[in-house]
Structures are given as C-alpha cells and as structure tokens.
C-alpha cells in the first residue's frame, strides 16, 4: 500500500514561526515514540530552527521526510513543491505530525495534501 504526502510552500517561509514549528515537531514526534532516524535511515534526526528531517529506522525507512525554511525551486518558481512516500511504515505518523504542526504554524503559507493508493 502506498502513501505519500504532498505540501506546496513559498521559497521562504517567516524564519520565527518555521523555528517554532521545528521545536514543536520536535517534541511531539518525541513524545509519540515513531522511531526515527536520519535521511537515509541511520543516524539521528535533525530538528533545527532552520531545517527538519528524517525518516523511518532501518528496513523500516523509505524516503525522507525534509523541510527547511528557504528551499529553492530547481525552475525558479517562487513556489516548491515536495512529498514524501512513507508505504504506511510507522514513521508516517511522525510525517503527518510534522505536516500538520506546520500548516497551523504557517497557515495560508503551506498547502497540504496527502493520498494513500491500495
């Protein structure tokens, strides 16, 4: 089963609030229990006030999840666009915390969407 989260943002999202969103995330994904690790599946997790990323431990892993307070569009757009695919692994509750962490840090500034194929 397939599920990947979508979520479109400005180039730069407001410094403060994204920092604010990283402590938050940081705290409930701990508090959750999701094991968690780096970008590729070892290693820790990162929760600055500029940057989030991580992604499930192990065989348990699939791609990132990352976040940072300015990303640039490869075409110059003044939006981006990224998702992350989680299969459904455990530290799919983890993305969507993130996700949902920053929509009500960011309101209007992020759009997100997520679909699950059977």
Partial sequence: MGRTHY??????????????????????VRSAGVPLAGFEGTGEPVFTDNSVAFNGVGNAR????????????RHGRPETF????????PYDLAVKAALVILKEHLGDSIKVMSDELA
Avoid: N, Q, Y
């Fill in 7 to 28: 979520w479109r943002r400005p180039t730069e999202l407001p410094t403060d609030r994204f920092a604010a969103a990283a402590k938050d995330i940081h705290r409930v």
């Fill in 82 to 89: 990224s998702f992350c695919k989680t299969e459904g692994l």
């Fill in 62 to 73: 699939c791609e990132p999840f990352k976040v940072h307070d300015t990303e640039f569009d």
